[in-house]
């Protein structure tokens, strides 16, 4: 059965070592799944794409995405921006998937950039 959005709500929570992370649980309730694993907070909240499949999140002034998908590719990431340039904010996917358009302030003003995913990881 595969997995969506809609069958998973995802939440910040601190992990064991008080490191904000991803977790997912089921809307019905039930046991909640660490989806995330980093040594560093998590520092938006994860946003869904329209498959289901992968959620972005900002990390490290960066934009990750994250598998959802069962098996072994659950919580594997990639980062998809360099930190450098400015921490990336309000995170939307597009319709199919393959762009992420985020704000990021450049001197002073915020502006809209994208970014593409190619959904591999």
């Not at 002034?61 to 594997?76: H, L, M, N, R, T």
């Amino acid at each position: 059965m595969h997995r969506t959005a809609r069958s998973r709500l995802s939440y910040l929570c601190r992990d064991s070592l008080g490191v904000w992370q991803v977790f997912l649980i089921p809307p019905t309730g039930g046991k909640p799944v660490q989806l995330t694993h980093g040594s560093v907070n998590v520092q938006s909240e994860a946003r869904w794409d329209p498959s289901g499949k992968w959620v972005a999140f900002v990390r490290n002034d960066a934009i990750v995405v994250a598998s959802v998908q069962p098996g072994e590719s659950f919580g594997k990431t990639r980062v998809l921006t360099d930190p450098a340039l400015g921490t990336p904010s309000n995170l939307v996917w597009s319709h199919d998937g393959k762009l992420i358009a985020f704000n990021r302030d450049v001197d002073g003003v915020q502006q809209i950039f994208v970014v593409t995913f190619d959904g591999h990881l």
